[in-house]
């Protein structure tokens, strides 16, 4: 029996990571405290999971010609990920985001834009198989929702990430379209929060609820991480809540895009999206606390997980 393949799609960049004692307010200053460089972007942090738990993963993006797209690519090869279906374009020098993080795990995240263009060749080549699965973010108004809808007609799992400032910059519109064009769509607390000051209502349970009832992916799953707060979902017609991890968290960096990658290895497999739903909180709360990079470590901490129906879509 073939073993799916999980393609993730996305812009890959160089995460230029910033430690700090305490993230610095406007006119202030802070000392740092450690810098490195690492490979970053969703899709490789999606894929580097997934390839940690010994899955097949391929990553497609495009990169520039230099040395800094060169080290991105044998970063990915290093970790197992495939790299056929990234693009090397001459003249394009590849993208790089600065990272501050402080001592508490919190993060202030500094993006170097793509040009439309560019983004826009994501994933065009991407044949997935039927059984396989694709995830992606809102990288562009077009071009993802292709991919997603092409996953989907070729009969794989289609997943969208979408995040702020993507939404931003593409339009909630684009956003929705995105989300029917998957089987599942996760979003966060930052839109979430940007969703309920458009409408003046607190970002609470009640605006999870309505943000994930708004969204409509054709599979009808949607999922809102609520950081520490834990995860509302919803299923169809069903509504379930999920707390997080008690953990004291190191690094918050790629935690959703963790629980997206256990979520999806999850659903691959075959497991109920309940109980996949606790896989994607256990691999996020394992990776916040900095422990856990083994499959059957995530599957041990899924199981003490709760996943609890809001009964009727009333809330408490």
């Given at each position: 029996?073939?073993?799916?393949?999980?393609?993730?799609?996305?812009?890959?960049?160089?995460?230029?990571?910033?430690?700090?004692?305490r993230?610095?307010g406007?006119?202030?200053?802070?000392?740092?405290?450690?810098?490195?460089?690492?490979?970053?972007?969703?899709?490789?942090?999606?894929?580097?999971?997934?390839?940690?738990?010994?899955e097949?993963?391929?990553?497609?993006?495009?990169?520039?010609?230099?040395?800094?797209?060169?080290?991105?690519?044998?970063?990915?090869?290093?970790?197992?990920?495939?790299?056929?279906?990234?693009?090397?374009?001459?003249?394009?020098?590849?993208?790089?985001c600065?990272?501050i993080?402080?001592?508490t795990?919190?993060?202030?995240?500094?993006?170097d834009?793509?040009?439309?263009?560019v983004?826009?060749?994501?994933g065009?080549?991407?044949?997935?198989?039927?059984?396989?699965?694709?995830?992606?973010?809102?990288?562009?108004?077009?071009?993802?929702?292709?991919?997603?809808?092409?996953?989907?007609?070729?009969?794989a799992?289609?997943?969208?990430?979408?995040?702020?400032?993507?939404?931003?910059?593409?339009?909630?519109?684009?956003?929705?379209?995105?989300?029917?064009?998957?089987?599942?769509?996760?979003?966060n607390r930052?839109?979430?929060?940007?969703?309920?000051?458009?409408?003046?209502?607190?970002p609470?349970?009640?605006?999870?609820?309505?943000?994930?009832?708004?969204?409509?992916?054709?599979?009808?799953?949607?999922?809102?991480?609520?950081?520490?707060?834990?995860?509302?979902?919803?299923?169809?017609?069903?509504l379930?809540?999920?707390?997080?991890?008690?953990?004291?968290?190191?690094n918050?960096?790629?935690?959703?895009?963790?629980?997206?990658?256990?979520?999806?290895?999850?659903l691959?497999?075959?497991?109920?999206?309940d109980?996949?739903?606790?896989?994607?909180?256990?691999?996020?709360?394992?990776h916040?606390?900095?422990s856990?990079?083994?499959?059957?470590?995530?599957e041990?901490?899924?199981?003490?997980?709760?996943?609890?129906?809001?009964?009727?879509?009333?809330?408490?």
């Open positions: 029996m073939r073993r799916p393949e999980f393609h993730c799609i996305g812009p890959v960049v160089l995460d230029r990571m910033i430690r700090v004692d993230i610095p406007p006119d202030d200053k802070a000392f740092v405290s450690a810098k490195y460089d690492t490979a970053g972007g969703p899709a490789r942090n999606v894929a580097f999971a997934l390839a940690g738990w010994g097949r993963v391929t990553v497609a993006s495009v990169v520039g010609d230099d040395a800094i797209g060169q080290r991105l690519l044998d970063r990915l090869s290093e970790a197992g990920v495939g790299t056929d279906a990234i693009e090397r374009l001459p003249d394009l020098e590849t993208a790089s600065t990272i993080v402080d001592e795990g919190e993060r202030a995240i500094l993006i834009p793509i040009d439309d263009a983004l826009a060749r994501i065009s080549g991407l044949r997935p198989a039927a059984g396989d699965a694709v995830l992606a973010n809102l990288f562009h108004d077009h071009a993802a929702i292709d991919a997603l809808a092409g996953a989907r007609a070729a009969g799992l289609a997943f969208v990430d979408l995040e702020w400032p993507e939404i931003g910059r593409w339009g909630w519109a684009a956003a929705r379209r995105a989300a029917a064009a998957a089987d599942v769509a996760v979003t930052q839109v979430l929060k940007a969703f309920a000051e458009e409408r003046d209502i607190a609470d349970d009640e605006a999870a609820a309505t943000l994930a009832r708004q969204l409509r992916p054709a599979g009808g799953r949607v999922c809102v991480t609520l950081g520490a707060d834990g995860v509302l979902a919803r299923d169809g017609d069903r379930l809540r999920l707390a997080a991890m008690p953990v004291t968290p190191k918050t960096t790629g935690a959703g895009d963790r629980f997206l990658a256990g979520l999806a290895r999850a691959a497999a075959g497991i109920s999206f109980r996949s739903l606790a896989h994607g909180v256990a691999a996020a709360g394992l916040l606390a900095g856990g990079d083994g499959w059957a470590e995530v041990r901490a899924a199981a003490t997980v709760d996943v609890r129906p809001l009964s009727a879509g009333v809330l408490p």
